[in-house]
């Protein structure tokens, strides 16, 4: 399996820009997450599916964050409008629920910056 | 709501040499599961180990091992034999079991290792 993959790996935009990052999860899995690490903050879950539905996205900044799972297979997080704030390393993961495991697997992040 | 601390902002170990890096949270539940993540400049989260809180046996993967502590709520990782590659920042999460908090993982704050040669 390819694991998880997201797209771009690096982003830079000027303020104001829509960004959107992307996301497939590894085939099968049943939950996907968003999260965010800062220097400051650490790792954050933005917001997470299951089974291509929003289960919480409490962790959601601001209304300019949305974030969809149109199928099994594909995620997008948008900005829009984006900030120098919104400078980040954006992870997905995903993971599969079953008895005995639910570990998650990490993609290799989306680094943005917001100039 | 559970909380996971990482009282360590940095360690160094010798190369070959063993680490044992700490790790604590708390919990009123009784059943959950704990992760450590090594993250390497490439900033790819990697899982390194895995332990169910009812299994009182340690996890062990390799040179990674656990002393898990359920009473004391500690959670440390140890590495033994550590390699140049061992060079990263390591994460300590916790996941509820309960449905209703989904698959969640609370993060702690991350300790830099550095390896010397």
């Known amino acids: 399996d390819a694991g998880v993959i997201q797209s771009p790996r690096h982003e830079v935009t000027e303020m104001g820009q829509e960004v959107t990052l992307r996301c497939k999860p590894i085939s099968g899995h049943d939950y996907l997450f968003w999260y965010r690490q800062t220097m400051m903050r650490g790792l954050e879950l933005l917001i997470y599916?299951?089974?291509?539905?929003?289960?919480?996205d409490s962790g959601m900044p601001e209304d300019r964050f949305s974030a969809k799972m149109p199928n099994a297979s594909f995620s997008t997080l948008k900005i829009q409008p984006s900030e120098p704030r919104d400078s980040a390393v954006y992870f997905c993961a995903s993971s599969l629920t079953t008895v005995s495991t639910d570990t998650q697997y990490f993609g290799p992040g989306t680094r943005l910056t917001v100039l | 709501a559970q909380t996971v601390t990482q009282s360590q902002p940095e360690m160094s170990v010798q190369e070959a040499e063993t680490v044992t890096l700490s790790c604590t949270y708390d919990t009123s539940e009784s059943d959950y599961y704990l992760f450590w993540y090594k993250q390497p400049p490439s900033r790819q989260m990697i899982l390194v180990i895995r332990?169910?809180?009812?299994?009182?046996q340690n996890a062990t993967e390799n040179r990674f091992s656990v002393n898990f502590q359920k009473a004391a709520k500690s959670f440390s990782l140890k590495i033994s034999d550590s390699q140049l590659g061992d060079a990263a920042m390591y994460f300590c999460?916790?996941?509820?079991?309960?449905?209703?908090?989904?698959?969640?993982?609370?993060f702690g704050g991350g300790t830099r290792l550095m390896v010397k040669p």
């Open positions: 332990q169910e809180a009812y299994k009182q």
């Open positions: 999460a916790y996941r509820s079991p309960h449905n209703n908090a989904g698959n969640m993982l609370t």
């Open positions: 599916f299951n089974n291509n539905v929003p289960i919480d």
